[in-house]
Protein backbone atom coordinates (compact mmCIF):
# COMPACT_ATOMS: atom_id res chain seq x y z
CA UNK A 1 0.00 0.00 0.00
CA UNK A 2 1.53 3.22 -0.76
CA UNK A 3 2.52 5.35 2.59
CA UNK A 4 -0.08 8.57 2.74
CA UNK A 5 1.70 11.76 2.46
CA UNK A 6 1.93 13.70 5.80
CA UNK A 7 0.84 17.63 6.33
CA UNK A 8 1.12 19.58 9.41
CA UNK A 9 -1.42 22.58 9.94
CA UNK A 10 -0.72 25.22 12.85
CA UNK A 11 -3.26 27.51 13.45
CA UNK A 12 -3.27 30.92 15.01
CA UNK A 13 -6.09 33.88 15.83
CA UNK A 14 -9.62 33.45 15.39
CA UNK A 15 -12.43 31.38 14.98
CA UNK A 16 -12.29 32.45 11.13
CA UNK A 17 -8.66 31.18 10.87
CA UNK A 18 -9.60 27.98 12.99
CA UNK A 19 -12.81 26.94 10.58
CA UNK A 20 -10.20 28.26 7.15
CA UNK A 21 -8.29 25.79 9.18
CA UNK A 22 -10.85 23.06 8.85
CA UNK A 23 -11.52 23.51 4.96
CA UNK A 24 -7.50 23.46 4.32
CA UNK A 25 -7.34 20.36 5.89
CA UNK A 26 -10.77 19.17 3.87
CA UNK A 27 -8.98 20.34 0.76
CA UNK A 28 -6.20 18.29 1.75
CA UNK A 29 -7.75 15.50 2.43
CA UNK A 30 -8.75 15.17 -0.99
CA UNK A 31 -5.53 15.61 -2.10
CA UNK A 32 -4.10 12.48 -0.07
CA UNK A 33 -2.42 13.89 2.82
CA UNK A 34 -3.20 12.80 6.03
CA UNK A 35 -2.58 15.60 9.17
CA UNK A 36 0.10 15.06 11.20
CA UNK A 37 0.80 17.28 14.80
CA UNK A 38 4.54 16.83 14.22
CA UNK A 39 5.78 18.99 11.92
CA UNK A 40 9.27 16.99 12.01
CA UNK A 41 7.55 14.50 10.05
CA UNK A 42 5.33 16.11 7.63
CA UNK A 43 6.24 17.09 4.05
CA UNK A 44 4.00 20.08 3.65
CA UNK A 45 3.25 22.95 6.35
CA UNK A 46 1.02 25.22 6.28
CA UNK A 47 0.66 27.80 8.88
CA UNK A 48 -2.62 30.07 9.32
CA UNK A 49 -1.34 33.74 10.72
CA UNK A 50 -2.81 36.17 13.02
CA UNK A 51 -2.19 39.88 12.93
CA UNK A 52 -4.47 41.62 15.45
CA UNK A 53 -1.69 42.46 17.60
CA UNK A 54 1.87 42.69 17.62
CA UNK A 55 2.36 39.92 19.85
CA UNK A 56 0.38 37.51 17.67
CA UNK A 57 2.85 38.31 14.25
CA UNK A 58 6.01 37.92 16.55
CA UNK A 59 4.82 34.31 17.46
CA UNK A 60 4.47 33.61 13.40
CA UNK A 61 8.38 35.21 12.57
CA UNK A 62 9.76 32.84 15.45
CA UNK A 63 7.78 29.56 14.36
CA UNK A 64 8.47 30.02 10.84
CA UNK A 65 12.65 30.79 11.95
CA UNK A 66 12.61 27.08 13.34
CA UNK A 67 11.06 25.85 10.15
CA UNK A 68 13.24 27.36 8.31
CA UNK A 69 15.81 25.73 10.09
CA UNK A 70 13.93 22.26 9.90
CA UNK A 71 13.72 22.90 6.27
CA UNK A 72 18.18 22.70 5.79
CA UNK A 73 17.59 19.38 7.30
CA UNK A 74 14.14 18.46 5.47
CA UNK A 75 14.91 20.42 2.14
CA UNK A 76 11.75 18.86 0.02
CA UNK A 77 9.29 20.16 3.12
CA UNK A 78 7.01 22.73 1.23
CA UNK A 79 5.81 25.48 3.60
CA UNK A 80 3.00 27.28 2.73
CA UNK A 81 1.24 30.40 4.75
CA UNK A 82 -2.21 31.78 4.85
CA UNK A 83 -4.05 33.67 6.99
CA UNK A 84 -3.57 37.83 7.70
CA UNK A 85 -0.09 38.25 8.02
CA UNK A 86 0.03 36.03 4.09
CA UNK A 87 -2.61 38.84 2.98
CA UNK A 88 -0.96 41.81 4.47
CA UNK A 89 2.46 40.71 3.32
CA UNK A 90 1.29 39.07 -0.02
CA UNK A 91 4.26 38.96 -2.65
CA UNK A 92 6.71 39.89 0.06
CA UNK A 93 6.01 36.74 2.56
CA UNK A 94 8.83 34.53 0.09
CA UNK A 95 11.41 37.70 0.16
CA UNK A 96 10.75 37.98 4.02
CA UNK A 97 11.79 34.48 4.71
CA UNK A 98 12.93 32.04 1.65
CA UNK A 99 11.64 28.97 3.30
CA UNK A 100 7.95 30.05 2.12
CA UNK A 101 6.63 28.50 -0.90
CA UNK A 102 3.57 29.95 -1.48
CA UNK A 103 1.14 32.27 0.19
CA UNK A 104 -2.49 32.69 -0.24
CA UNK A 105 -5.07 35.03 1.98
CA UNK A 106 -8.67 33.93 3.06
CA UNK A 107 -10.53 34.08 0.45
CA UNK A 108 -8.40 32.09 -2.11
CA UNK A 109 -8.28 28.70 0.41
CA UNK A 110 -9.76 26.99 -3.48
CA UNK A 111 -6.54 27.54 -5.05
CA UNK A 112 -4.46 25.49 -2.60
CA UNK A 113 -4.32 22.29 -5.11
CA UNK A 114 -2.66 24.54 -7.66
CA UNK A 115 -0.63 26.27 -5.07
CA UNK A 116 0.60 22.84 -4.31
CA UNK A 117 2.04 21.88 -7.75
CA UNK A 118 3.54 25.20 -8.05
CA UNK A 119 7.58 24.71 -9.05
CA UNK A 120 8.60 28.05 -7.90
CA UNK A 121 6.81 30.71 -5.38
CA UNK A 122 3.61 32.21 -5.60
CA UNK A 123 1.18 34.07 -3.74
CA UNK A 124 -2.53 33.96 -4.49
CA UNK A 125 -3.88 37.10 -2.52
CA UNK A 126 -6.12 39.11 -4.74
CA UNK A 127 -9.78 39.80 -3.63
CA UNK A 128 -12.25 36.87 -4.43
CA UNK A 129 -15.73 37.06 -4.43
CA UNK A 130 -16.12 33.74 -5.19
CA UNK A 131 -15.61 32.68 -0.94
CA UNK A 132 -19.15 33.53 -0.44
CA UNK A 133 -20.27 31.15 -2.96
CA UNK A 134 -17.48 28.23 -3.05
CA UNK A 135 -18.80 25.50 -0.35
CA UNK A 136 -15.40 23.84 0.35
CA UNK A 137 -15.13 20.26 2.44
CA UNK A 138 -14.58 21.27 5.69
CA UNK A 139 -12.85 18.67 7.94
CA UNK A 140 -14.12 18.68 11.59
CA UNK A 141 -12.60 17.07 14.19
CA UNK A 142 -15.52 18.10 17.04
CA UNK A 143 -18.60 15.99 15.59
CA UNK A 144 -21.02 17.40 17.56
CA UNK A 145 -20.24 21.21 17.15
CA UNK A 146 -19.61 22.61 14.48
CA UNK A 147 -18.42 26.37 13.38
CA UNK A 148 -20.09 28.05 10.60
CA UNK A 149 -19.28 30.93 8.19
CA UNK A 150 -22.32 33.50 7.28
CA UNK A 151 -19.92 36.56 6.42
CA UNK A 152 -16.71 37.93 5.43
CA UNK A 153 -14.81 40.58 5.38
CA UNK A 154 -15.30 43.84 7.67
CA UNK A 155 -16.65 47.72 7.07
CA UNK A 156 -16.08 49.17 10.04
CA UNK A 157 -12.55 50.37 10.15
CA UNK A 158 -12.35 50.94 14.13
CA UNK A 159 -9.43 52.96 13.76
CA UNK A 160 -6.90 49.84 15.93
CA UNK A 161 -7.85 47.31 13.86
CA UNK A 162 -6.11 45.44 11.07
CA UNK A 163 -8.39 43.31 10.17
CA UNK A 164 -10.30 45.26 7.16
CA UNK A 165 -7.04 45.44 5.43
CA UNK A 166 -6.32 41.72 6.06
CA UNK A 167 -9.63 40.33 4.99
CA UNK A 168 -11.28 42.76 2.65
CA UNK A 169 -14.61 44.40 2.56
CA UNK A 170 -17.66 42.34 4.13
CA UNK A 171 -19.31 40.10 2.11
CA UNK A 172 -22.53 38.00 3.26
CA UNK A 173 -22.50 34.39 2.32
CA UNK A 174 -26.31 33.15 0.59
CA UNK A 175 -28.57 32.25 3.44
CA UNK A 176 -29.33 28.77 1.00
CA UNK A 177 -25.74 27.55 1.01
CA UNK A 178 -25.44 29.08 4.78
CA UNK A 179 -28.97 26.48 5.64
CA UNK A 180 -27.62 23.73 3.50
CA UNK A 181 -24.83 23.74 4.71
CA UNK A 182 -26.73 23.78 9.08
CA UNK A 183 -28.82 20.46 7.34
CA UNK A 184 -26.22 18.17 6.20
CA UNK A 185 -24.34 18.65 9.80
CA UNK A 186 -27.84 18.04 11.65
CA UNK A 187 -28.31 15.01 9.01
CA UNK A 188 -24.68 13.98 10.52
CA UNK A 189 -25.09 14.56 13.54
CA UNK A 190 -24.44 17.93 14.73
CA UNK A 191 -26.54 19.41 17.63
CA UNK A 192 -24.81 23.04 18.13
CA UNK A 193 -23.84 25.36 14.88
CA UNK A 194 -21.48 28.87 15.83
CA UNK A 195 -21.81 31.28 13.52
CA UNK A 196 -18.83 32.97 12.32
CA UNK A 197 -17.88 36.30 10.95
CA UNK A 198 -16.15 39.61 11.86
CA UNK A 199 -19.49 41.38 12.19
CA UNK A 200 -22.41 38.90 11.72
CA UNK A 201 -24.88 40.69 13.05
CA UNK A 202 -24.58 42.98 9.80
CA UNK A 203 -25.20 39.99 7.54
CA UNK A 204 -27.30 40.80 4.39
CA UNK A 205 -27.33 37.54 1.90
CA UNK A 206 -30.52 37.76 0.90
CA UNK A 207 -31.97 38.62 4.52
CA UNK A 208 -31.51 39.71 7.79
CA UNK A 209 -29.46 38.19 10.35
CA UNK A 210 -32.51 37.60 12.79
CA UNK A 211 -34.31 35.87 10.04
CA UNK A 212 -31.28 34.00 9.14
CA UNK A 213 -31.33 32.59 13.22
CA UNK A 214 -34.94 31.65 12.26
CA UNK A 215 -34.66 30.17 9.39
CA UNK A 216 -31.82 28.03 11.30
CA UNK A 217 -34.53 27.31 14.32
CA UNK A 218 -36.20 25.27 11.58
CA UNK A 219 -33.43 23.00 11.13
CA UNK A 220 -34.39 19.82 12.59
CA UNK A 221 -31.54 18.06 14.49
CA UNK A 222 -30.04 21.91 15.55
CA UNK A 223 -30.14 22.30 19.34
CA UNK A 224 -27.91 25.08 19.64
CA UNK A 225 -26.74 28.33 17.44
CA UNK A 226 -24.15 30.24 18.59
CA UNK A 227 -23.09 33.35 16.79
CA UNK A 228 -19.67 35.58 17.11
CA UNK A 229 -18.87 38.37 16.53
CA UNK A 230 -21.67 40.94 17.18
CA UNK A 231 -21.10 44.61 16.71
CA UNK A 232 -23.00 46.80 19.20
CA UNK A 233 -24.08 49.60 16.41
CA UNK A 234 -25.33 46.39 14.77
CA UNK A 235 -27.39 44.89 17.71
CA UNK A 236 -30.94 45.74 16.74
CA UNK A 237 -34.41 45.34 18.91
CA UNK A 238 -35.23 42.69 15.86
CA UNK A 239 -31.78 40.44 16.75
CA UNK A 240 -32.97 40.81 20.41
CA UNK A 241 -36.75 39.91 19.71
CA UNK A 242 -35.51 36.66 18.02
CA UNK A 243 -32.96 35.61 20.45
CA UNK A 244 -35.71 35.83 23.37
CA UNK A 245 -38.27 33.90 21.04
CA UNK A 246 -36.00 30.98 19.38
CA UNK A 247 -35.93 27.69 20.52
CA UNK A 248 -31.73 27.28 19.49
CA UNK A 249 -30.57 30.67 20.48
CA UNK A 250 -27.72 30.00 23.32
CA UNK A 251 -28.13 32.83 26.24
CA UNK A 252 -25.20 34.21 25.63
CA UNK A 253 -23.93 37.19 23.37
CA UNK A 254 -20.29 38.55 22.96
CA UNK A 255 -20.70 42.16 22.39
CA UNK A 256 -16.93 43.59 22.50
CA UNK A 257 -17.10 47.13 24.37
CA UNK A 258 -13.26 47.88 23.81
CA UNK A 259 -13.79 50.94 26.07
CA UNK A 260 -16.24 52.95 28.96
CA UNK A 261 -15.26 56.08 28.00
CA UNK A 262 -17.69 57.99 24.99
CA UNK A 263 -14.40 60.42 24.16
CA UNK A 264 -12.10 56.94 23.32
CA UNK A 265 -15.42 55.33 21.55
CA UNK A 266 -15.39 58.17 19.27
CA UNK A 267 -11.68 58.35 18.47
CA UNK A 268 -11.84 54.37 17.74
CA UNK A 269 -14.55 54.82 15.68
CA UNK A 270 -16.82 52.32 16.73
CA UNK A 271 -19.91 54.26 16.07
CA UNK A 272 -22.00 54.39 19.66
CA UNK A 273 -21.29 56.01 22.73
CA UNK A 274 -21.13 54.08 26.59
CA UNK A 275 -24.67 55.16 26.92
CA UNK A 276 -26.11 53.46 23.49
CA UNK A 277 -23.86 50.26 24.61
CA UNK A 278 -25.26 49.58 27.80
CA UNK A 279 -28.96 50.55 27.24
CA UNK A 280 -28.31 47.74 24.60
CA UNK A 281 -27.10 45.64 26.89
CA UNK A 282 -29.75 46.28 29.17
CA UNK A 283 -32.59 45.71 26.73
CA UNK A 284 -31.64 42.00 26.33
CA UNK A 285 -31.27 41.73 29.73
CA UNK A 286 -34.73 42.83 30.06
CA UNK A 287 -35.79 40.43 27.01
CA UNK A 288 -33.46 37.51 28.30
CA UNK A 289 -33.03 37.49 32.40
CA UNK A 290 -30.49 35.14 32.34
CA UNK A 291 -28.50 35.92 29.35
CA UNK A 292 -24.15 35.95 29.58
CA UNK A 293 -22.83 38.85 28.03
CA UNK A 294 -18.78 38.92 27.70
CA UNK A 295 -16.65 41.48 25.94
CA UNK A 296 -13.26 42.91 25.06
CA UNK A 297 -11.43 46.17 26.41
CA UNK A 298 -8.58 47.67 24.86
CA UNK A 299 -6.32 49.05 27.34
CA UNK A 300 -3.98 52.20 27.06
CA UNK A 301 -5.81 53.43 23.46
CA UNK A 302 -4.03 56.52 21.79
CA UNK A 303 -5.04 59.12 24.39
CA UNK A 304 -6.29 57.31 26.35
CA UNK A 305 -6.44 59.72 30.40
CA UNK A 306 -6.41 58.27 33.47
CA UNK A 307 -10.21 59.11 33.41
CA UNK A 308 -11.04 57.61 30.46
CA UNK A 309 -9.65 54.47 32.15
CA UNK A 310 -11.29 55.02 35.50
CA UNK A 311 -14.80 55.01 33.06
CA UNK A 312 -13.61 51.54 31.83
CA UNK A 313 -13.53 50.73 35.48
CA UNK A 314 -16.52 52.29 36.09
CA UNK A 315 -18.73 50.55 33.12
CA UNK A 316 -17.23 47.33 34.25
CA UNK A 317 -18.45 47.45 37.85
CA UNK A 318 -21.74 48.70 35.93
CA UNK A 319 -22.69 46.23 33.60
CA UNK A 320 -21.06 43.54 35.21
CA UNK A 321 -20.12 41.29 32.27
CA UNK A 322 -20.09 37.16 32.94
CA UNK A 323 -16.20 37.29 31.41
CA UNK A 324 -14.26 39.81 29.20
CA UNK A 325 -11.06 39.40 26.71
CA UNK A 326 -9.30 42.32 27.61
CA UNK A 327 -6.01 43.22 25.92
CA UNK A 328 -3.00 46.31 25.69
CA UNK A 329 -3.44 48.04 22.72
CA UNK A 330 -0.94 47.58 20.00
CA UNK A 331 -0.07 49.54 16.84
CA UNK A 332 -0.95 48.12 13.37
CA UNK A 333 0.18 48.63 10.16
CA UNK A 334 -2.07 50.86 7.91
CA UNK A 335 -4.59 51.87 11.18
CA UNK A 336 -5.49 55.77 11.55
CA UNK A 337 -4.95 55.18 15.56
CA UNK A 338 -1.46 53.98 14.72
CA UNK A 339 -0.56 57.53 13.31
CA UNK A 340 -2.05 59.21 16.43
CA UNK A 341 -0.07 61.11 18.82
CA UNK A 342 -0.92 60.43 22.40
CA UNK A 343 0.59 57.21 22.76
CA UNK A 344 0.06 55.56 25.66
CA UNK A 345 3.42 54.53 27.45
CA UNK A 346 3.83 50.42 27.88
CA UNK A 347 4.10 50.43 31.64
CA UNK A 348 0.88 52.41 31.57
CA UNK A 349 -0.59 50.21 29.19
CA UNK A 350 0.54 46.88 31.52
CA UNK A 351 -0.82 48.48 34.59
CA UNK A 352 -4.27 49.19 33.25
CA UNK A 353 -4.81 45.94 31.91
CA UNK A 354 -4.13 44.68 34.97
CA UNK A 355 -6.39 46.52 36.74
CA UNK A 356 -9.26 45.97 34.17
CA UNK A 357 -8.50 42.34 34.81
CA UNK A 358 -8.69 42.37 38.34
CA UNK A 359 -11.58 44.55 38.41
CA UNK A 360 -13.24 41.65 36.07
CA UNK A 361 -11.87 38.88 37.64
CA UNK A 362 -14.08 39.81 41.04
CA UNK A 363 -17.08 40.19 39.19
CA UNK A 364 -16.90 36.80 37.24
CA UNK A 365 -16.00 35.16 40.46
CA UNK A 366 -19.00 36.46 42.08
CA UNK A 367 -21.29 36.18 39.20
CA UNK A 368 -20.44 32.23 39.21
CA UNK A 369 -20.68 31.58 42.79
CA UNK A 370 -24.15 33.02 42.35
CA UNK A 371 -24.69 29.20 40.08
CA UNK A 372 -23.73 27.01 43.34
CA UNK A 373 -26.98 24.99 43.48
CA UNK A 374 -28.80 25.60 40.38
CA UNK A 375 -29.51 23.10 37.85
CA UNK A 376 -28.08 23.74 34.29
CA UNK A 377 -28.32 21.69 30.67
CA UNK A 378 -25.53 20.86 29.42
CA UNK A 379 -24.35 18.76 25.86
CA UNK A 380 -21.35 16.55 26.75
CA UNK A 381 -18.17 17.98 25.21
CA UNK A 382 -16.24 14.71 26.12
CA UNK A 383 -14.46 12.81 28.46
CA UNK A 384 -11.03 13.76 30.20
CA UNK A 385 -7.96 11.85 29.16
CA UNK A 386 -6.75 11.41 32.35
CA UNK A 387 -9.74 10.23 34.35
CA UNK A 388 -12.39 7.85 32.48
CA UNK A 389 -15.05 8.86 34.81
CA UNK A 390 -14.40 12.64 34.36
CA UNK A 391 -17.05 14.37 31.81
CA UNK A 392 -17.07 17.98 29.94
CA UNK A 393 -20.78 19.97 29.48
CA UNK A 394 -21.34 23.14 28.25
CA UNK A 395 -23.93 25.10 29.13
CA UNK A 396 -25.90 27.47 26.92
CA UNK A 397 -24.31 30.52 28.11
CA UNK A 398 -20.86 28.74 27.22
CA UNK A 399 -19.39 28.13 30.26
CA UNK A 400 -17.90 24.82 30.72
CA UNK A 401 -18.83 22.40 33.79
CA UNK A 402 -17.03 19.45 34.91
CA UNK A 403 -18.69 16.70 36.24
CA UNK A 404 -18.05 13.04 36.91
CA UNK A 405 -20.31 9.92 35.75
CA UNK A 406 -19.56 6.01 35.87
CA UNK A 407 -21.25 6.03 32.87
CA UNK A 408 -20.50 5.67 28.99
CA UNK A 409 -21.98 8.97 28.05
CA UNK A 410 -22.56 9.89 24.65
CA UNK A 411 -20.90 13.22 23.55
CA UNK A 412 -23.73 15.66 22.31
CA UNK A 413 -25.90 13.78 24.43
CA UNK A 414 -27.86 16.52 26.92
CA UNK A 415 -27.91 16.10 30.44
CA UNK A 416 -28.72 18.14 33.76
CA UNK A 417 -26.59 19.07 36.15
CA UNK A 418 -25.99 20.59 39.64
CA UNK A 419 -23.60 23.26 40.03
CA UNK A 420 -21.22 22.34 43.32
CA UNK A 421 -18.32 24.54 43.42
CA UNK A 422 -18.16 27.58 41.12
CA UNK A 423 -14.56 28.40 40.68
CA UNK A 424 -13.61 32.06 38.84
CA UNK A 425 -12.43 29.81 35.88
CA UNK A 426 -14.69 26.10 35.76
CA UNK A 427 -18.03 24.91 37.72
CA UNK A 428 -18.17 21.84 38.92
CA UNK A 429 -21.50 20.03 38.71
CA UNK A 430 -23.00 16.86 39.04
CA UNK A 431 -25.58 15.03 37.21
CA UNK A 432 -29.23 15.35 38.07
CA UNK A 433 -31.23 12.21 37.41
CA UNK A 434 -34.72 12.55 36.13
CA UNK A 435 -34.88 16.39 37.01
CA UNK A 436 -36.47 18.47 33.96
CA UNK A 437 -34.48 20.97 33.12
CA UNK A 438 -36.50 24.65 31.91
CA UNK A 439 -35.60 26.49 29.02
CA UNK A 440 -34.12 29.03 31.31
CA UNK A 441 -31.26 28.12 32.88
CA UNK A 442 -29.25 30.52 35.32
CA UNK A 443 -26.67 32.31 33.24
CA UNK A 444 -23.06 30.79 33.60
CA UNK A 445 -20.22 32.81 33.38
CA UNK A 446 -16.88 32.74 32.05
CA UNK A 447 -13.35 34.39 33.02
CA UNK A 448 -11.21 36.75 31.00
CA UNK A 449 -7.86 36.92 30.69
CA UNK A 450 -5.88 38.16 27.71
CA UNK A 451 -6.01 36.05 24.59
N1 LIG B 1 -14.89 41.97 14.89
C1 LIG B 1 -14.81 41.94 16.27
C2 LIG B 1 -13.43 41.81 16.87
C3 LIG B 1 -12.32 41.24 16.13
S1 LIG B 1 -10.74 41.40 16.83
C4 LIG B 1 -15.42 43.21 16.81
O1 LIG B 1 -15.53 44.20 16.16
O2 LIG B 1 -15.72 43.24 17.98
C5 LIG B 1 -10.95 40.86 18.50
C6 LIG B 1 -10.59 41.89 19.51
O3 LIG B 1 -9.21 42.21 19.42
C7 LIG B 1 -11.27 43.23 19.38
O4 LIG B 1 -12.57 43.21 19.90
C8 LIG B 1 -10.36 44.15 20.13
O5 LIG B 1 -10.71 44.22 21.48
C9 LIG B 1 -9.01 43.48 19.99
N2 LIG B 1 -8.12 44.25 19.11
C10 LIG B 1 -8.26 44.48 17.80
N3 LIG B 1 -7.25 45.25 17.35
C11 LIG B 1 -6.46 45.51 18.42
C12 LIG B 1 -5.26 46.26 18.61
N4 LIG B 1 -4.70 46.92 17.61
N5 LIG B 1 -4.72 46.28 19.84
C13 LIG B 1 -5.29 45.63 20.87
N6 LIG B 1 -6.42 44.91 20.75
C14 LIG B 1 -7.01 44.86 19.54
FE1 LIG C 1 -11.87 45.19 13.59
FE2 LIG C 1 -13.79 46.88 14.15
FE3 LIG C 1 -14.05 45.22 12.09
FE4 LIG C 1 -14.14 44.29 14.56
S1 LIG C 1 -15.59 45.69 13.63
S2 LIG C 1 -13.02 43.42 12.86
S3 LIG C 1 -12.70 45.56 15.63
S4 LIG C 1 -12.58 46.88 12.27
FE1 LIG D 1 -6.32 37.54 13.65
FE2 LIG D 1 -7.10 37.87 11.21
FE3 LIG D 1 -8.71 36.75 12.96
S1 LIG D 1 -5.93 39.31 12.34
S2 LIG D 1 -8.12 37.72 14.84
S3 LIG D 1 -6.81 35.94 12.25
S4 LIG D 1 -9.29 38.08 11.29
Redesign the pocket.
Known amino acids: MQEKRLAHLHTWG?QMNAHDTEKIAGILKGQGYDLTADPESAELIILNTCS??EKAQHKFYSYLGYLAHLKKRRPFIKIGVTGCIAQQEGDHMHELNKAVDFSFGSQNIMKLPDLLHSESFQAAVEDNDAIVTTDLPAQRDNGVRALVAIMYG?N?F?S????PYTRGRERSRPYENIINEITSLATNGYKEVTLIG??VNSYNGGCSFARLLRLIDNVEGIRRVRFI???PKDFTDELILAMAELRTVCRHVHL?M?SGSSRVLALMNRRYDYETYIDKVRRLQLAIPDVCVTS???AGFPGESDDDHEQTINALNEIEFDGI?A??????PN?K?ALMDDQVDEDVKSQRLQEILSCQDVITERKNKALEGSIIEVIVDGRSETDPNAWIGRTSTNKIVNFSSNDDLQSAQFLNVRIVKAYRHTLEGEVVAGVSCSNKEPGASWSGKER
Not at 160 to 163: F, G, K, L, M, Q
Not at 327 to 332: C, D, I, L
Open positions: CIRCNCYCVVQNTSHPQDIIFFKYSKRTA
